[in-house]
Nanobody, 126 residues
Framework: QVRLLESGGGSVQAGGSLRLSCAAS????????IGWFRQLLGKEREAVAA????????YYADSVKGRAAISQDNAKSTAYLQMDGLKPEDTAMYYC???????????????????WGQGTQVTVST
């Protein structure tokens, strides 16, 4: 059974930082792209960042470039998303996701992603 267990969300003031974690189990970690989408209530999920565990260039949405850094620990089958300089518009539910197809973060659709975590709320206040 595939599980993506997220942690690290919370409430911060604008300009603050958060580090999201996603621990994967039940998958061959090195075969997958892993990353995050975010979603506001009533809106579509949008890609935030992704990385493949065999290396290569990570993907970042334009909205977070320069403020986010995604990394992985293969030994722990865990991915991390460090977000700095948080803005109120970053407020959303953040979902960890995993799929063989890394292009789904770039081109979509999000609905095609194979595996999802339960989500963790990030709230940024002014």
């Amino acid at each position: 059974q595939v599980r993506l267990l997220e942690s690290g969300g919370g409430s911060v003031q604008a300009g603050g930082s958060l580090r999201l974690s996603c621990a994967a189990s039940g998958i061959t970690f090195r075969s997958y792209c892993i990353g995050w989408f975010r979603q506001l209530l009533g809106k579509e999920r949008e890609a935030v960042a992704a990385i493949h565990f065999d290396g290569g260039h990570p993907y970042y949405a334009d909205s977070v470039k320069g403020r986010a850094a995604i990394s992985q620990d293969n030994a722990k089958s865990t991915a991390y998303l460090q977000m700095d300089g948080l803005k109120p518009e970053d407020t959303a539910m953040y979902y960890c996701a995993a799929d063989y197809d890394c292009t789904l973060w770039v081109d979509g659709p999000a609905a095609a992603i194979r595996f999802w975590g339960q989500g963790t709320q990030v709230t940024v206040s002014t």
